[in-house]
């Protein structure tokens, strides 16, 4: 059994919430934020508070704040030598506060306020000082029911760059295609399997296998019909950009 | 029971051919590729010809070859009066020969050669002259278990470009996830759930409400971080237009 403290009350927080909540072999002890009124309907089922003199002793404490609030608290809590780690994929490991035991535990996955995330979906970035420290939170993250994987700062911070293409970015081209179909009173739905299945085709096969289109096949007519159908400039470089970058990756 | 002969043996004409084969109510006659080979091994299960001279008679003939080769064909068979329908993307109604009854059958998906694809994630977008002819092609779509849309042709070439945008463009960007987190030695596997929940989200919110991350926050100091990791000029040039391009979505 694993006993936890949680700060903060954002989204990646309350997502966390829900997890260990749920999670057998976790003992959630407490939830810290610094305005209570935030996880004040939680009451009933954890407890609460804002004071950071009246955290509870545990095993984690799991700082799931802004970037720019990680340090200043890791620095606040009034103890030492305990296991804190933050959930933020481009801080580093050594902007906590160095009296404590350190760690990293990065969700890599898109949380949204609304929909509860199934665990299980979402990849764990450990990252630790001591190797004991990373058994203690790989166990953590088992119990949660994810994967997870041994990430140093670098990877990580790789890593969270690369997750604002494949979801940021990815999300904008969405949007593209979304106001391009909308200027011609075409339903957006139409769309959506193609989107679905474009993300499903790259779970086992890699994307370079997984190119068509009028790029990679250098369809000069293709493309210069497309480049003539869009209206607007932002979306034309977008697609030349993109179509060249394409291009390149396939040798034309 | 709707009759049909399928024209072509490429991507889209085997996915055809599975999914018409396997439809009730509907009666593959015949399956026609000016190369026999490609087709011999289905022999067994339908009736197959190199000659347009042996078409059989039939409600529909789906021509699904390479867009250059749709017109040259439909004036080369050997009939007129029938349902002579497209599968191209960008193709019009009206390059078909007038000869024949006209209409177009576009499946907005992306079809692997290699990967059975269930036709109820297939839209297909349908356009005819004649009234009664879209009837057919409806009766067809919902005999493969397809939801289908009346598109007209500009609206189709639109999608066909949108297409572009959600699949081809979107799967480079998770090639240049690749790329990047490859070069650090990270398994791309942890990137996966991240795409297929980019994906998921888009189903049921819009693009413009699902956006989060440091371009639409206007995180300089994390961008600023993010462009400095970027090793090369070609991501970069990425990152730089799509950045701009969601700042500018969202009013920043």
Same sequence: chains 1, 2.
Wanted: glycine content about 4%; overall charge positive.
């Amino acid at each position: 059994m694993i006993s936890v403290v949680l700060i903060g009350a954002g989204n990646v927080a309350t997502h966390l919430y829900h997890a260990l909540n749920k999670a057998k072999n976790v003992d959630l002890r407490q939830w810290y934020n610094r305005s209570l009124p935030s996880i004040e309907s939680y009451k009933n089922q954890v407890s609460i508070t804002n004071n950071l003199n009246d955290l509870v002793e545990a095993d984690v404490y799991i700082i799931a704040v802004s970037d720019d609030a990680v340090k200043p608290l890791s620095i606040a809590l009034p103890f030492e030598n305990r296991l804190v780690v933050h959930t933020s994929g481009s801080v580093g490991i050594h902007d906590l506060d160095k009296k404590h035991k350190r760690g990293v535990l990065y969700p890599l996955q898109t949380f949204s306020k609304s929909s509860e995330l199934d665990f299980s979906n979402v990849p764990i970035c450990i990252e630790t000082l001591e190797k004991e420290d990373f058994k203690t939170l790989s166990t953590l993250a088992k119990a949660l029911g994810s994967t997870y994987y041994k990430i140093n700062t670098e990877q990580r911070q790789t890593l969270h760059l690369s997750a604002v293409f494949v979801n940021n970015f990815t999300n904008q081209l969405y949007r593209v295609a979304h106001e391009i179909s909308d200027a011609k009173s075409i339903d957006f739905d139409i769309l959506k399997p193609l989107i679905l299945e474009t993300a499903k085709k790259v779970q086992h096969i890699s994307p370079y296998m997984a190119q068509t289109g009028p790029a990679k096949r250098n369809d000069k007519k293709t493309i210069k019909k497309h480049l003539k159908l869009l209206e607007h400039q932002d979306h034309k470089a977008i697609y030349q950009l993109l179509t060249n970058a394409i291009k390149k990756t396939h040798g034309r």
